[in-house]
């Protein structure tokens, strides 16, 4: 919590009075509300520069090896969650490998629930897919699950074909490929650096040439709680609507990414799905971006004027009150402003509502406050009148079955009564209760699927997902 200085003004209707009050110091108490933020833009960077190697690329978790002027950044919020949840694509080529560079920011680095059979892309897991086509003209889509699991070890899963049916290589490096993570210094995030051999990508198993083009697109995953997920799609075609929801079935949408014959590029641009540009420029050798301009704020009509000093960048809503005490106009509500001195005024009305513009206020003495903070995030602590089993996944024994089917299996060893779901994805399609309706334990196997058939022996329960 932040306390600062401000000022509460004595504001009057009566023009003699316009410019005689005086200003009294106050406290005020700058809290955390449940404010909305003022926007929410998704990145949308249309195509990709894969830039060559400079030299000899060490799949190492480091990236003092690489090219970083090609890269682009992908964030699901980038008025919010920029510093928390966003990720530095970076692309180079050689003869041999397609190299692919992930800098996280993560506040939770790297902790994928998931083991061994899961789907790595419910938790913290890079995915991208690509589509090549060979010197003969034939195609090949690859899809690309690239994670640490949470037992240890980590996968790079590849599935081939547009529609996931042309084969499965579920460990990739047994066949060439490399992944190395690193966590950061400050733990807020880490680096992922893969190679990919060309013979796991095009079709006839040769590297593609310089000045080639394929296609691209990027799904970064982030853990949200313990099994909660955040996903973001970026690297997108010009002129084509972006599928953000089933990306994997999209490819229509997907960016081109073109072979540089040259590398130490000008950084290109960082576009926001409005539209809008942040240039980037080079500093120690990392891409930054120029925010300036990101969040703006709306200039208010009026010819009262309010003035008031921000400690640092955040969000003010700020309230008129009628001698009353009532407030009579909400003047600012989640507005950004940069730290510094500030001057917003009013135009003597109330707060309009909808298409009902406000009304002057009656003549009288009216006063002002404003509170401030830096920009919010949320966490789940229950809900009012939670009876002690919430019904989402807020534990292991909360929640009931699966949210992509019905209920359709049972069996019982006379101590628990396990119950199966055709189909679970967000929700699990096995769980165990006790004799009196109480989930003991769920899951689902490999993230997304059923349990059509449940037995139980001995102390294990057997499971057929789709019968």
Same mark, same amino acid.
């Given at each position: ?240 609507? !972006? %599928?953000?929801?089933?990306?994997? *079935?999209?490819?229509? #949408?997907?960016?081109? /990414?073109?072979? $540089?014959?040259?590398? &130490? ?57 009628? !001698? %009353?005490?009532?407030?009579?106009? *909400?003047?600012?509500? #989640?507005?950004?402003? /940069?730290?510094? $001195?500030?001057?917003? &005024? ?122």
């Amino acid at each position: 919590m932040t306390l600062i200085a401000e000022m509460e003004r004595i504001v009057t209707t009566k023009e003699k009075e316009m410019n005689s009050k005086t200003l009294t110091a106050i406290a005020l108490v700058l809290a955390l509300a449940a404010l909305p933020a003022a926007r929410a833009t998704e990145t949308e960077n249309l195509n990709m520069q894969v830039l060559p190697a400079p030299g000899k690329v060490v799949v190492d978790g480091k990236f003092d090896d690489w090219d970083l002027t090609g890269g682009i950044l992908a964030c699901g919020d980038a008025e919010n969650l920029r510093d928390q949840y966003s990720v530095w694509f970076h692309t180079m080529y050689d003869g041999e490998n397609l190299y692919v560079l992930a800098r996280w920011k993560d506040p939770t680095p790297l902790n994928n629930p998931g083991v061994k059979g899961d789907h790595g892309f419910a938790g913290d897991c890079l995915q991208f897919r690509t589509v090549t086509t060979d010197a003969a003209g034939k195609e090949r889509t690859a899809h690309w699950t690239c994670w640490k699991l949470r037992e240890g070890g980590d996968l790079m899963d590849a599935t081939y074909g547009r529609q996931l049916n042309e084969g499965n290589i579920p460990d990739a490096k047994s066949q060439g490929a490399k992944q190395v993570f690193a966590v950061d210094a400050d733990g807020k995030g880490y680096v992922q650096e893969l190679a990919v051999p060309w013979s796991l990508l095009t079709a006839d198993k040769q590297p593609l040439k310089p000045g080639a083009r394929m296609v691209m697109t990027v799904e970064p995953n982030f853990t949200a709680g313990t099994h909660g997920r955040i996903t973001i799609k970026d690297l997108f075609k010009p002129g084509v609507q !972006p %599928d953000r929801v089933f990306t994997f *079935q999209g490819p229509g #949408c997907w960016g081109y /990414a073109t072979l $540089e014959k040259t590398g &130490k590029l000008k950084p290109r641009s960082i576009r926001l799905s409005d539209g809008r540009e942040f240039a980037v420029t080079m500093e120690a050798g990392l891409p930054v971006v120029n925010w300036a301009g990101l969040i703006q704020s709306k200039e208010l009509p009026g010819f009262k004027p309010l003035r008031f000093a921000m400690p640092f960048d955040g969000y003010v809503s700020l309230n008129l009150f009628a !001698p %009353d005490g009532m407030v009579a106009r *909400q003047l600012l509500t #989640c507005a950004f402003f /940069a730290k510094g $001195e500030h001057e917003v &005024k009013w135009d003597g009305l109330t707060t309009p509502y909808w298409r009902t513009p406000g009304q002057p206020v009656e003549p009288g003495a009216y006063t002002w406050k404003a509170i401030a903070h830096k920009g919010i995030g949320l966490r789940l602590r229950g809900w009012a009148c939670n009876g002690g089993s919430a019904p989402w996944d807020s534990s292991l024994t909360s929640n009931w079955g699966g949210d992509h089917g019905v209920p359709f299996s049972c069996a019982t060893d006379g101590e628990k009564v396990y119950l199966g779901w055709t189909g679970a994805e967000a929700g699990k399609a096995l769980l165990a209760c006790d004799l009196q309706g109480n989930v003991q334990w769920k899951h689902t196997h490999g993230g997304m699927g059923g349990a059509e058939v449940v037995a139980v022996d001995g102390g294990i329960v057997y499971v057929d997902k789709w019968a």
